[in-house]
């Protein structure tokens, strides 16, 4: 099994519509990422979270929001998408700073499509 | 702030060669440096990872190294083979701050052709 699943894998919503993302892992790491992806521009930071406690925004928040339920499951709202979210969404985690390597591993990725 | 440049942004090779894939970054004073393989669609996959203490590392056919004095990092695939195609993402986490988020450059598209 992954140690980093991603649900749902392909969405396709309409503008406006609000739309959740989900993360969950098993690896136990406690600092878990969003990321987008769009061609040209590379990875992107969404948000970031180094515990259940802590939310960190990076460098393009605006229009979304993040829920760490858990240590394992972090999940990324689009409170109301609109076309230029469509992008493929990445979760990613790692282990504590100071930890034995903070490798971070991703998820497959989500791909969505705003219409 | 730091920057990662990769380049070439793409490359094309035939079936057996040696190449060498570059990775600059501007600051310095970095913890570690990771090499990711992406194929299309898909997941970021960990190749390697440098510790800022480390020169090289290897894994198969791939080695990484790393010279922090002159921000740069390469990634060598020897004997490249068709299965290598891929965009190949390096990602520079820094020292200072505490907060180790990590930068990343815009990758390599990568074609080996048979």
């Known amino acids: 099994d992954a140690d980093v699943t991603q649900t749902p894998r392909n969405r396709i919503t309409k503008t406006g519509k609000r739309i959740m993302l989900e993360c969950s892992q098993t690896k136990g790491h406690d600092r878990m990422y969003w990321y987008r992806q769009d061609p040209g521009l590379g990875l992107r930071l969404i948000y970031y979270?180094?515990?259940?406690?802590?939310?960190n925004k990076g460098e393009i928040s605006d229009g979304y929001s993040v829920s760490r339920q858990a240590q394992a499951k972090f999940s990324l709202s689009l409170e109301s998408a609109i076309p230029n979210q469509t992008a493929l969404y990445f979760c990613?985690?790692?282990?504590?700073?100071?930890?034995?390597?903070?490798?971070?591993?991703f998820g497959p990725g989500t791909r969505l499509t705003v219409l | 702030k730091q920057e990662v440049t990769q380049i070439p942004a793409a490359l094309s090779v035939p079936e057996g060669e040696n190449l060498v894939l570059n990775c600059s970054f501007t600051?310095?004073?970095?913890?570690?440096l990771q090499w990711f393989r992406q194929d299309p669609g898909k997941g970021l996959t960990s190749l390697l990872l440098?510790?800022?203490?480390?020169r090289e590392q290897t894994s198969g056919r791939l080695n990484a190294s790393l010279d922090k004095s002159s921000g740069r990092s390469t990634l060598y695939i020897a004997a490249s083979q068709p299965g290598d195609s891929a965009t190949y993402l390096c990602?520079?986490?820094?020292?200072?701050?505490?907060?180790?988020?990590?930068?990343f450059g815009r990758g390599t598209s990568l074609i080996v052709h048979p």
């Open positions: 979270s180094f515990d259940v406690k802590d939310i």
């Open positions: 990613a985690t790692s282990d504590l700073s100071g930890g034995i390597n903070n490798e971070q591993f």
């Open positions: 440098i510790q800022s203490s480390q």
């Open positions: 990602a520079v986490r820094p020292r200072a701050g505490g907060s180790y988020i990590p930068t």
């Open positions: 600051d310095s004073a970095i913890y570690n």
